[in-house]
């Protein structure tokens, strides 16, 4: 759901919209990491089996996943002040590292593909703009806390194009696995 219907609903309920909204993003968070890393292990290990990099030990990067929050507690922590700007920056920053961890699943993905003739047709995404921690700072600090709308409104905004991106990014990653599979 967009932010801009949370925050009518928000408005409309006197504020009690405020805990699902943050609940749903959050639980979708992470849904979608733990798929992610689920599908990034299978793929990778159907790769590594076939591929000629794995055999000759050339090839052994790991993966980093983000790890996955409590969505109650985060939840009920933004009714403090502090904690909600913790919580803010921190689901900002786990979509910047999830988004680097799958630019360097992608490259892996075609580097071993490309052993069998097999090539990957995407192009390496990042939904997210980069957030320093001084800048997070100052501006909240400096409106008197009003940015938070703000940062919730980007972390919305980017999650949810992240997710329309993964979608094009697994329909893509099946062709490539249909492909692969008519080579063996």
């Not at 507690?73 to 910047?96: E, G, H, M, N």
């Not at 961890?101 to 939904?127: P, R």
Request: aromatic fraction near 16%; include cysteine; proline fraction near 1%.
């Amino acid at each position: 759901m967009w932010f801009s219907m949370w925050a009518v609903l928000s408005v409309a309920s006197f504020g009690i919209a405020w805990f699902p909204m943050i609940y749903y993003l959050i639980k979708r968070r992470n849904d979608h990491f733990l798929r992610q890393e689920k599908m990034e292990k299978l793929i990778l290990n159907k790769l590594r089996k076939t591929s000629n990099l794995e055999k000759d030990g050339l090839y052994s990067k790991t993966t980093k996943f983000c790890a996955s929050r409590n969505e109650i507690s985060w939840t009920v922590s933004t009714l403090l002040i502090v904690p909600a700007f913790y919580i803010f920056y921190f689901l900002k920053r786990d979509l910047q590292k999830h988004e680097e961890n799958e630019h360097n699943f992608l490259c892996e993905v075609n580097t071993l593909g490309k052993d069998w003739g097999v090539v990957l047709n995407i192009q390496s995404f990042s939904t997210t703009a980069r957030l320093k921690f001084g800048k997070y700072i100052v501006v909240n600090v400096g409106t008197l806390g009003l940015a938070a709308v703000y940062w919730l409104y980007q972390i919305f905004n980017e999650y949810n194009n992240h997710f329309k991106m993964q979608w094009i990014i697994e329909d893509e990653l099946l062709t490539f696995l249909k492909e692969l599979e008519k080579k063996q």
